[in-house]
């Protein structure tokens, strides 16, 4: 059984550093063709992918925060890491993370974390 | 970056109605198109991939069509659990991109 779980701060301060961390089970990122990616969805708002991670360390990053976003995996810890820098209240928003394989949608979800940007 | 437009952004339904709901692609996506179901405080929950597959465990009351830019998802028969909103999501050009969603809500 997949499961995802989202971990981190729930309130940030503008211009800090925001690091999210997903935890998952079920399946391994060192199996060829798995990815685990972010998604946003600010309040009331559609869904923005961030960032997927590839099991062969394959990384893509949204054009537009490209800038601000660092994703990394840790397979000894089933852990994915996603940093933003510099976060704006227009970063508030819950964030997902999903697994999927190549060649194939989003499957899985984790439960999702809200995280607000408020001074 | 591809624009997915979903129409209508609201869709008043009583039970037992038919659903159809648009999703518009700027440019071609093949069948690379996705449809999530989002009730509020959860998660996305996957309905139909490469544009007319139904996911593992989904009624048979959903179905998807279309290819290239034009995607449909139809609701056969609503029951009360499918008022939710409802993505599109292209995996053809990375970003992967959303629709902004289509409500359905009980009329």
């Known amino acids: 059984q997949i499961t995802l779980k989202e971990s981190g701060p729930t309130l940030v301060k503008p211009t800090q550093t925001l690091t999210l961390t997903c935890t998952f089970s079920?399946?391994?990122?060192?199996?060829?063709?798995?990815?685990v990616g972010w998604i946003r969805q600010p309040p009331g708002k559609a869904l923005e992918w961030l960032a997927l991670i590839y099991w062969n360390d394959d990384k893509r990053y949204s054009p537009s925060l490209k800038s601000r976003l660092t994703i990394t995996k840790d397979t000894s810890k089933n852990q994915v890491v996603l940093t933003m820098t510099n976060v704006d209240p227009v970063d508030t928003a819950t964030y997902y993370c999903a697994h999927r394989r190549r060649q194939a949608p989003v499957d899985y979800w984790g439960q999702g974390t809200l995280v607000t940007v408020s001074s | 970056e591809i624009v997915l437009t979903q129409s209508p952004a609201t869709l008043s339904l009583s039970p037992g109605e038919r659903a159809t709901l648009s999703c518009r692609a700027s440019?071609?996506?093949?069948?690379?198109l996705a449809w999530y179901q989002q009730k509020p405080g959860q998660a996305p929950r996957l309905l139909i991939y490469?544009?007319?597959n139904r996911a593992t465990g989904i009624p048979g009351r959903f179905s998807g069509s279309g290819s290239g830019t034009d995607f449909t998802l139809t609701i056969s028969s609503q029951e009360p659990e499918d008022f939710a909103v409802y993505y599109c999501?292209?995996?053809?050009?990375?970003?992967?991109?959303f629709g902004q969603g289509t409500k359905l809500e009980i009329k």
């Open positions: 999501q292209q995996r053809s050009n990375w970003p992967y991109t």
């Open positions: 440019q071609s996506v093949s069948s690379y």
């Open positions: 490469d544009a007319s």
């Open positions: 079920g399946f391994s990122l060192t199996t060829s063709g798995v990815g």
